[in-house]
């Protein structure tokens, strides 16, 4: 192979001076594109640091997520789109029009859960929720839905019902005098009326992020001394959520201050989450039967109750995504892209209204297949509901009739405790939010504990010593074999 024939010809192309130039150019065009490439490297680099331009200044007082806009127009604009209703197939929420009126100037409301499900009202007979209880709706709505729901127009409310339906940053701070536990305290003690008059925004970006650093943050006192108790159930003492939580857990903790069960505490009215023994059903249970906390009577039946809301944190807390450190946020507030930045959906609702950005991140399946797999789960929860909830719905019946029959004191008094049993633990699930997709396999335990209250329930009116109805040894042997933690 010759060489000498090419030579010439590439002495001849670096000989020709306008080659030259376009050589000088083409090195630095590929300079300047390294350069750029650089500097856009730094700039984002820059950019995770501190990803915004910084319009106007923030602090501890600045409420309304207005303001914070303007530093962050992406995330506010998502942020306003919880306003937008609409129904999945068991979830999301179906708009309701109605007339306004003085004393509810609501034109548009969600739909009711007692008129979709009248078995709830035999349940709750006597409890302000047997009255009005409706599905939920954006966080947009927290702070209307409170204030003209019949729960709180026809019944005086404490204060401690605005941690979870406003903005409450600064109202604590200032009733504390810059003591946001005094100022929790306080609050918790006044009567709604006047609390909800010194409020203004629903949930706001001051009550999740550090005005300074944009860190997440828990501000709530509930949560911080909750959490603390329940890390001290498992041997970890003094825990302090704003210094010894990680990045991940708190894009769920800071949706546990609100998303939870909880109780006022009789003369004090403090915002209390019962986990003090675990957060596994049975510790609840058993922590509100050292308590003695009794939230209503029934009025069929005259039993002591419990009723239980939204424990969201508490069940996914039972569920294979936690123990995999899947978060809320990882699903409710998947990363969506808006150019070159990658920001999180603040636009929070239902993960079926687009299962690609929810689910995709984790799943290689199609949206179709992720709802498909939801719906499936779901449907099945509500067919074992439905059991549980029939179950004590007779049971309630038995009660009565019993009562009427005059059966005797001591065993109405076994099958009452058989009722308030039955009815946690279904209250629980029904509660709770997902429809059964959380922690599958745990929300059908606890349905199985409460058919099986239901049915002792009914047992023990017939006559049947409830020592009678103890486990047998073939599941005692069993359960000898479920570790404690496992149940
Ligand atoms: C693995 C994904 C995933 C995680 C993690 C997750 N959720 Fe969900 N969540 C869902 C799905 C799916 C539904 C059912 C939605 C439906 O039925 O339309 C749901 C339903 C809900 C609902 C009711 C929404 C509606 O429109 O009906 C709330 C509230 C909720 N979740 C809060 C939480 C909170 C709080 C956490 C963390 C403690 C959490 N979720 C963790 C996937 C998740
Ligand atoms: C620990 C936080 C927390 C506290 C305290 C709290 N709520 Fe809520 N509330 C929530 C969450 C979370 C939802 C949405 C999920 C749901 O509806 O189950 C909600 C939903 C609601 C709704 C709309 C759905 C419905 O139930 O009709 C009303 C109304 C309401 N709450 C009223 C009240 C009243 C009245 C109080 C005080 C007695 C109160 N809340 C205290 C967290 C809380
Ligand atoms: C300050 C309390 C508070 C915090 C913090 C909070 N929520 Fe909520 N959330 C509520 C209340 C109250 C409602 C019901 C509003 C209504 O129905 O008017 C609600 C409603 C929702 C809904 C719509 C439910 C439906 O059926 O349409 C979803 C989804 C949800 N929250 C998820 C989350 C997630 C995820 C987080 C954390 C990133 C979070 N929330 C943080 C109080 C809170
Ligand atoms: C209920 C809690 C909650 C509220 C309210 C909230 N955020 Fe966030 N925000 C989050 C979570 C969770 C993340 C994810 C942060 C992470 O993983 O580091 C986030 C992330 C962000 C980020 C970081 C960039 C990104 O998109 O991931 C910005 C900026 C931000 N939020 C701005 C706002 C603004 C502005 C508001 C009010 C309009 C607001 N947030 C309200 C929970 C909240
Ligand atoms: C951040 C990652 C992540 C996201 C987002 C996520 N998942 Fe998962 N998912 C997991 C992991 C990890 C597992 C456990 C897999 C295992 O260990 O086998 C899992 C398991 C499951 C399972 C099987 C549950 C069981 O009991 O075996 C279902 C169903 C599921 N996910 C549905 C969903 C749906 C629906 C969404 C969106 C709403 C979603 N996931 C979002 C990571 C994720």
Redesign the pocket.
Same mark, same amino acid.
């Given at each position: 192979m010759s060489t000498s024939a090419n030579e010439p010809r590439k002495r001849n192309f670096w000989a020709d001076s306008s080659k030259w130039v376009i050589g000088i150019v083409a090195v630095a065009l590929v300079t300047f594109g390294l350069t750029a490439l650089l500097i856009t490297i730094m700039e984002r680099q820059t950019e995770a640091r501190q990803p915004f331009t910084k319009v106007v200044e923030l602090d501890e007082t600045t409420v309304d997520p207005e303001i914070w806009g303007q530093n962050f127009p992406i995330q506010y604009e998502s942020y306003l789109k !919880?306003e937008e @209703?609409g129904p999945t197939k068991w979830?999301?929420?179906h708009p309701v029009e109605q007339e306004a009126t003085e004393r509810d100037p609501r034109t548009t409301v969600?739909s009711s859960r007692l008129e979709e499900d009248p078995r709830l009202v035999t349940m709750w007979n006597g409890y302000p929720f047997a009255k009005g209880y409706? #599905?939920?709706?954006? #966080?947009?709505? @927290? +702070?209307?839905? =409170?204030r003209y729901t019949v729960r709180v127009l026809d019944f005086d409310q404490p204060g401690t019902c605005l941690?979870?339906?406003?903005? !409450?940053v600064d109202l604590m701070d200032e009733l504390g005098d810059g003591d946001r536990d005094a100022g929790f305290a306080a609050m918790n003690l006044m009567p709604y009326s006047e609390v909800s008059q010194m409020v203004e925004h629903?949930?706001s970006c001051l009550?999740?992020h550090d005005p300074d650093t944009m860190a997440l943050r828990i501000t709530?006192p509930a949560f911080e001394r909750g959490i603390a108790a329940l890390k001290a159930s498992e041997g970890i003492e003094n825990y302090d959520v704003n210094k010894d939580a990680t990045a991940q857990e708190m894009?769920?903790y !800071?949706?546990? =201050?609100? #998303?939870v069960e909880y109780y006022f505490e009789g003369e004090t009215k403090e915002l209390v989450f019962p986990w003090a023994k675990g957060i596994d059903i049975d510790d609840i249970w058993e922590y509100y039967a050292e308590d003695g906390h009794v939230d209503w009577v029934h009025e069929d039946t005259g039993a002591e109750m419990l009723k239980a809301q939204?424990p969201?944190f508490d069940i996914w807390s039972n569920g294979i995504h936690a123990a995999a450190g899947v978060s809320?946020?990882d699903?409710? @507030?998947p990363y969506v892209r808006n150019g070159a930045q990658k920001v999180s959906d603040h636009h +929070? =609702?239902?993960p079926l209204f687009d299962a690609n950005a929810s689910c995709g991140t984790c799943h290689n399946e199609s949206a179709e297949e992720m709802t498909d797999r939801v719906e499936t789960i779901q449907d099945r929860y509500i067919h074992s509901r439905n059991q549980a909830f029939d179950a004590l719905v007779d049971l309630i019946a038995d009660i009565q009739a019993a009562q009427a029959d005059g059966v005797d004191e001591a065993r109405i008094a076994e099958a009452q405790e058989f009722q308030k049993k039955a009815s946690f633990y279904l209250d629980y699930v029904y509660s709770e939010?997902s429809n059964g997709f959380h922690a599958p396999a745990y929300i059908h335990r606890i349905l199985g504990d409460s058919l099986d209250a239901s049915r002792k329930g009914q047992k023990v009116l017939t006559g049947v010593p409830a020592a009678d109805l103890a486990p047998s040894d073939t599941t005692l042997q069993y359960e000898e074999m479920i570790s404690g933690e496992n149940r």
């Open positions: !919880t @209703m979830g999301g929420s969600s409706s #599905h939920a709706r954006g #966080h947009a709505y @927290m +702070l209307e839905d =409170q941690n979870c339906h406003a903005s !409450t629903p949930v009550d999740c709530r894009r769920s !800071t949706c546990a =201050q609100c #998303h939204h969201e809320c946020a699903c409710h @507030m +929070l =609702q239902s939010n």
